[in-house]
């Protein structure tokens, strides 16, 4: 059995430490909730989509280069990286950036069911190792009109969020109904997903919990 198998069967503890791949700082409070040190790098990468790319693999994609393109700092650690597209029938939506694109996106969410994809990436940058998940999540928006979209915009100014809102803040207030086996997939790190891909290194959270 080589080392990575003997990882992947749990029979050996991990030895290193955690690590993020991501500049968001909501992702990082949400990786702080379990109670381990870990340090984050922005990676540097292209994340246009390729042609041809279903939302699924575009995700996947990003997870897995955000990973990697950090593991290069950290020679013996597990990375984590992840990615979030929102999809609106037929169109993929990223970060608005700017705030009409955030009027314009919240506007066609209006009264419909908009599907979350996040993805997950846990690479062992010591043996190559990877694991992959997408974790889906289903939003139904309600009926908005066109004042409570640009009250809700200029109040929390959600651009750097897939989809135009933050559902940590003010944009609970948009939505019906959410839909999801993790609930903080749809803030952009999911943390049940993250546990269960983290025990396939024989790393587990609650071990490495420091002294209360």
Request: hydrophobic residues 40%.
């Amino acid at each position: 059995m080589s080392k990575s198998d003997q990882i992947t069967a749990g029979t050996l503890p991990h030895p290193t430490g955690l690590v993020l791949a991501s500049s968001s700082p909501y992702r990082r409070e949400l990786l702080s909730r379990l109670g381990v040190p870990f340090n984050w790098e922005a990676p540097s990468i292209d994340e246009a989509p390729l042609a041809g790319e279903s939302a699924g693999e575009l995700v996947r994609r990003l997870a897995s280069a955000k990973a990697i393109a950090t593991a290069s700092s950290f020679p013996s650690a597990l990375v984590i990286g992840s990615d979030q597209v929102a999809i609106n029938g037929d169109t993929v939506l990223g970060k608005p950036g700017l705030r009409e694109a955030a009027v314009a996106q919240l506007a066609a969410a209006s009264g419909r069911k908009i599907r979350f994809l996040t993805s997950l990436c846990v690479l062992d940058s010591a043996t190559g190792q990877r694991e992959l998940e997408v974790v889906p999540t289903d939003v139904w928006f309600r009926e908005l009109s066109t004042r409570q979209i640009n009250h809700y915009v200029d109040w929390e100014q959600p651009y750097d969020c897939a989809g135009s809102f933050k559902v940590e803040g003010l944009g609970i207030v948009l939505f019906d109904r959410i839909v999801s086996d993790d609930p903080t997939a749809l803030q952009g790190l999911p943390l049940i997903s993250l546990v269960e891909l983290l025990k396939r290194f024989a790393y587990d959270p609650l071990e490495r919990l420091p002294p209360p």
